[in-house]
């Protein structure tokens, strides 16, 4: 359903061209949830912005390709790119604080997005819209209240619902529990597990947080410096990392029920996305480091089964 | 005390490093520069005695005798537009300076007492004064000093007319940036040494809102020469002086446009144009500078 | 509904604090003149004899001590009797009467130009933010900005009423123009009308196209931009449905604060045009030194500021959801 080929995603600054995604290529088909991991800056948003084409004005697509549904969607016109919008892909935002715009009631901003793309009357997209709030655990009568009269988490599940009323094939989550509290965050991933089996959605998740991935992925990317460095279906991923990275953010996030074990940390510091370090781009924090990898670029190999991994240690 | 004076420099060095980057700041203070020189060497290279009345040379149109013409009573325009730049910076000045020093006061008072009745009734005060029209209040005040027969001369009591009406705006500014400012950690690590209130405000809160009243200080200049322009045309100036308001309201007393007389009343127009303008971007300049925020405009 | 009319009232109530304080401040600024109030009181050039004299103050009640002044003061004003002009030899809210409302159709019209034409700009331009428009529209309000709008007028007369003599540049109506009915008065008021409201609108015009510019530019790197972005909307429907509507709101507050300055503008505009309102009747009672009638223009002219305020207050309220009532 979705195909990325080798794209290239660099911010223009003051001070030079940030290589936020540096050739990346996966592929995901229809209704399965894929994970996208990764630390904070590691290009995962730059590479969901992408996707959907709300990059910010001094980002550029040096190159690659985006195949959805068999359309290369870099290269449409935002006119026919438009008619793909939210209604085949939508994507909820980080930090729902926002993303709602404040001057407008809840429901109008959500039911404008169907009357967008769809030819119904209003009153039966205020209907949908309202059951669509219940489903997300917001009272019905809330349809008619503003962003400033949500707390936090009704925020971000009514942006769940938003990005689902369209019925979309893809929706792209980024960080969507991150900024919630406890247990607001466990309401809102049931939340979206209960809406993976009714509604047989695809997703890209992406998050820094392993265990979101754990409760809610089929498959999982791995990101390091623009680039994905690991790629497979969760348990094999957890159960057996093969990319020392993802060895050492699987092992940052102990078990409760596993031996005591102190967290190993990742040595080193985050990588500068401006001077990327050469070859490898996680040789510098490497345990397994070899001359190689401060020279030459690993491939992405296939390992066993659906597990790709890009080290030179295979 | 010599290490505070060096950490100043320096700051002040890395603000012009950025400053200079900045195209229209640039162009702002190139044009203020200029006008200053003229303001203070001009009158030295005029041709002519501004005052000099020329009855045969009338209402004469720019020639090689005199570059911008002559006014109703044969007076040299170019003399008269550069003796008016000096008069008209000056009264700028002093006009800002009562104004800023009247305005940073009362914003920074009203601003640190802002729970308090005095805050309340500082905060009061401030919008009243937003809140009336300036030129009424400048002509009233203008006029009530004229009649109180004061020994001032009329230059300075264009001055504290001016003065004292455009103190509001920047009591504004300075009252919100005090606010911020007061509740900030250093404030509390002063007050919790002993540092008295006198203190706070004055050593502690003021310098660190000054880039800030500064660049306030810039864009009031200009509101305080075309104010100085309207006093003057209205008739409440100082004619013992010649300001380019004065010119501007004897080319009109005189029916200038109408004459055609172009060469009487655009050239005092323009200067305040373009003295104001450069003055604006260097203040808008400063403002980019000091607030890294507003850099993306 | 009711909270909000709860919140109408308090702003009404403040505004008519405001006037009276402007009353108050406008009773002691002229009482603050030393030498006889009397003789200030009196037309310059009128010798008078020490009788006279002594019949004026009881007249005007100078005899009595300040705080029953005060007082007959603000009762004389609510009851419309604002003194009596010497220039006029009428009293002077009769004259007043006469002229302010041609000022209020000058400040209305130009005020409603420069507003409209202002957010439509600065909208435009900030959508366009960095191409030749923006900088040219942008450089051209600066420049507006920077001059003595007296001076524009100047201007204009000299390209109306010297050169190009197709429209006219003074008055408010030809006095050699004979109506026969409504419509020709009306047109020629218009007519009249359209220098003296077109310099006022462009000196106006930028502040209100740099606030909307500055803030519709914070406006698109907010995130619900982008979600309507996401949500498929075109350029058009983003900029004047989601950003401009939210840019509004500070746009209306720097309305307010510009009204002050407006009826200043608005002022030496009349004297250039020779439009008849206050501005121009504010020159001849400095000429005139008719302190009566200076008063009264005072206290009148800032208590229409402080209503228009009012309103404009009252439509933030309403636009703005996040106002706690």
Known sequence: ??????????????????????????????????????????????????????????????????????????????????????????????EA???????????????????????????????????????????RERFWHYPHEFSGGMRQSALIAMALVCNPKLVIADEPVTALDVMVRAQVLKLIKELQSKMDLSMILITHDLSVIAETCDRVAIMYAGKIVEIGDVISIFKDPKHPYTKGLVKAFPSIYGPRELPASISGTPPDLLNPPSGCRFHPRCPHVMDICKVEEPEMKRINGKQYVACHLY | ???????????????????????????????????????????????????????????????????LGTDNLGRDILSQLLYGTRISLLVGLFATLISMALGTLIGLLAGYYAESLLGELLERVIDFFLVIPYLPLMIVFATVMREMEIKLPLFWIVIIAIGITGWSGTARVVRSQTLSVKERQFIER?????????????????????????????????????????????????????????????????AAPLRGAYWFFIPPGLAILILVLGMTLTGYALDEVLNPRLRER | MRRMGKAILMKTVNAIITIFAVITFNFFLFRVMPGDPARVLLPKQVRASPELIEKLRRFYGLDKPLHVQFMNYVVQVFQGKLGYSFAYHEPVARVIMDYIWNTILLVGVGEGIA????????????????????????ALNLIFWSMPEFWLGMVFILVFGRYLKILPISGIVDPWLFHENVFSYVADVLRHLILPSTTLALIMLASYYMIMRNTLIDVTTEDYIRTAKAKGFSEKEILWKHAVPNALLPTVTTVAIGLASVISGALTIEIVFSWPGMGWLTYQAIVRRDYPLLQAIFLITSALVIIANLFADIIYTYLDPRVKI
């Open chain 1, 1 to 94: 359903m979705l195909e990325v080929k080798g794209v290239k995603t660099y911010y223009l600054t003051d001070e030079g061209q940030v290589k936020a995604v540096d050739g990346v290529s996966f592929a995901m088909e229809r209704g399965e949830t894929l994970g996208l991991a990764g630390e904070s800056g590691c290009g995962k948003t730059t590479l969901a912005l992408t996707i959907t084409r709300l990059l910010p004005r001094n980002a550029r697509v040096i190159s690659g390709e985006i195949y959805f549904d068999g359309v290369e969607i870099l290269s449409l016109d935002e006119e026919e790119f438009r008619k793909i919008r939210w209604k085949d892909i939508s994507i909820i935002f980080q």
């Open chain 1, 97 to 139: 604080m926002n993303a709602l715009n404040p001057v407008r009631r809840v429901g109008d901003q959500i039911v404008e997005a169907i009357l967008l793309h769809e030819n119904v009357a209003r009153e039966e997209a205020v209907d949908r819209v309202m059951n669509a709030l219940e489903m997300v655990g917001i009272d």
């Open chain 2, 1 to 67: 005390m010599g290490m505070r004076w060096h950490l100043y420099k320096k700051r002040l060095k890395s603000t012009w490093n950025v400053y200079k980057r900045n195209k229209k700041g640039m162009v702002g203070l190139t044009i203020t520069l200029i006008f200053i020189f003229i303001a203070i060497f001009g009158p030295y290279i005029t041709p002519y005695d501004p005052k000099k009345i020329d009855k045969t040379a009338m209402w004469e149109p720019p020639s090689f005798k005199h570059w």
């Open chain 2, 190 to 254: 002063a007050r919790s040494i002993g540092a008295g209130d006198f203190d706070i405000v004055f050593r502690h809160i003021l310098p660190n809102i000054l880039p800030l009243v500064f660049a306030e200080a810039v864009l009031t200049i200009g509101g305080s020469i075309i104010a100085e322009a309207a006093l003057s045309f209205i008739g409440l100036g100082d004619p013992t002086h010649i300001s380019w308001g004065m010119m501007l309201n004897y080319a009109f007393t005189y």
């Open chain 3, 115 to 138: 507003i409209i034409l202002g957010i439509i700009l600065g909208a435009v331009a900030a959508w366009r933010r960095g191409e030749p428009f923006d900088l040219t529209v942008t």
